[in-house]
């Protein structure tokens, strides 16, 4: 059995997208979609293995994961029987570009975002 550990990056990333969805929505839009975005972390605590596994979808090499809840990339590792969830990414950032200065961006997610 596995632990979840929220880096603090994460938890004041957290804390901010939950005033940003407060002041967008509500608080109680707030607090759904960070519920479930925890919620959906605890897959992890029985089998860590059931996000992404970012060296083999990029071919690099990293012990980086990933989980894709609520528009948002929770990117974690596996240490010492804990799961230790180091960063989070909403679903327009390049977080490849950010993480390893690779973009995983493809011509068509360009074109859709206009970016």
């Not at 005033?19 to 925890?38: N, R």
């Not at 240490?79 to 995983?104: A, C, P, T, W, Y």
């Amino acid at each position: 059995m596995n632990e979840i550990i929220f880096s603090p990056l994460v938890k004041k990333k957290m804390k901010a997208l939950k005033e940003w969805l407060s002041g967008q929505f509500d608080e109680e839009t707030a607090k759904s979609v960070l519920s479930g975005m925890i919620s959906d972390t605890d897959i992890l605590i029985e089998n860590e293995k059931c996000g992404t596994n970012i060296a083999e979808m990029y071919e690099i090499d990293t012990d980086y994961w990933y989980l894709f809840t609520h528009q948002h990339y929770l990117i974690y590792r596996v240490q010492n029987k804990k799961v230790v969830i180091v960063q989070m990414f909403h679903e327009r950032e390049d977080f490849m570009m950010k993480l390893f200065g690779i973009s995983g961006r493809t011509q068509e997610s360009i074109d859709y975002w206009g970016e």
